[in-house]
């Protein structure tokens, strides 16, 4: 059974950083494409970011690009974001999502979720 585990979410003052994690059990993230995505209340689901199933490619909402980073460490079977210059607009809660298949759609095919992890900026 695939799992997903986000962590590092917090309160924090505009201009702040936080690093969050996500930790997947009943799979390896090796080899498969990972998405970070959030939804703020009353929004619909957002996506954020995203890492290729090689590692070597990455994908950014236009709205976090050049602040947020998203790696992987497939030793630790983890995904990480790390999300600097916070916004009060980056409120929301964050998920992280796997795919079934490896070869899927980077930017909207994912089969399994995380609970999220609430991230809210101050002004």
């Known amino acids: 059974q695939v799992q997903l585990e986000e962590s590092g979410g917090g309160l924090v003052q505009a201009g702040d950083s936080l690093r969050l994690s996500c930790a997947a059990s009943g799979c390896t993230v090796s080899g498969y494409n990972m998405g970070w995505f959030r939804q703020a209340p009353g929004k619909e689901r957002e996506f954020v970011a995203a890492t290729s199933w090689t590692g070597i490619r990455t994908y950014y909402a236009d709205s976090v690009k050049g602040r947020f980073t998203i790696s992987r460490d497939n030793a630790k079977n983890t995904v990480y974001l790390q999300m600097n210059s916070l916004k009060p607009e980056d409120t929301a809660v964050y998920s992280c999502?796997?795919?079934?298949?490896?070869?899927?759609?980077?930017?909207?095919?994912?089969?399994?979720w995380g609970q999220g992890t609430q991230v809210t900026v101050s002004s």
């Open positions: 999502a796997a795919p079934e298949k490896r070869f899927a759609d980077v930017f909207n095919e994912y089969d399994y």
